[in-house]
């Protein structure tokens, strides 16, 4: 934008270069949290971390946080990835496809102590990207409420 306004003439020779050509790539993993907001009118914060296997756990802890803090009222945090086929670019690691969704609302300050203590490892649940935490986390969180093994596999 220069004195005369806007120029698209401008714009291509001068800001177009400026442009990463990753940009829309970049931005296209949190459009579906945009989208699921607006259609069922969830307000607040959104974020979206592409961490890899860590991404899951950090939606997981900064989640807690925030209804500890009282920044949200109710947060639905976890995630989801899918590699299965994967075994042979993680040197024999078992792969697969998961998801792991928290409802997490004031009253529920044991996650926070929960998320801090998970470990989780490759010999605990299989590699399911970002999803190996939430899985892991909602696997334990059902043994420890009685639920017997069985029913609580990834």
């Known amino acids: ?9 401008r714009f291509a020779s001068d800001g177009f270069p400026l442009i990463h ?3 829309l790539v970049r931005g296209l993993s949190n459009n579906i949290i945009g989208f699921a907001a607006a259609i069922h009118d969830l307000q607040g914060v959104n ?23 009282g920044r949200a009222d109710l947060v639905v945090a976890g995630g989801a990835d899918a590699w299965s086929g994967a075994s042979d670019l993680l040197g024999g690691t078992a792969c697969g496809d998961g998801a792991g969704f928290v409802v997490i609302r004031p009253g ?9 203590r998970l470990a989780v490892t ?29 029913m609580t596999r990834a």
Do not use: H
């Not at 934008?1 to 003439?9: D, K, V």
């Not at 950090?58 to 925030?66: I, M, P």
């Not at 529920?108 to 801090?116: A, G, H, K, P, Q």
């Open 47 to 69: 974020a979206n971390y592409c961490d890899g296997v860590m991404g899951g756990l950090t939606a997981l802890r900064e989640g807690a946080l925030a209804v500890a803090e």
């Open 21 to 23: 050509p990753l940009w």
């Open 108 to 116: 529920s300050e044991d996650v926070l102590s929960e998320i801090e």
């Open 122 to 150: 490759e010999k605990s649940v299989p590699f399911l990207g970002a999803a190996t935490g939430p899985v892991e986390f909602c696997r334990r969180l059902l043994q420890a409420r009685g639920f017997p093994a069985g």
């Open 1 to 9: 934008m220069g004195p005369e306004g806007f120029s698209m003439a």
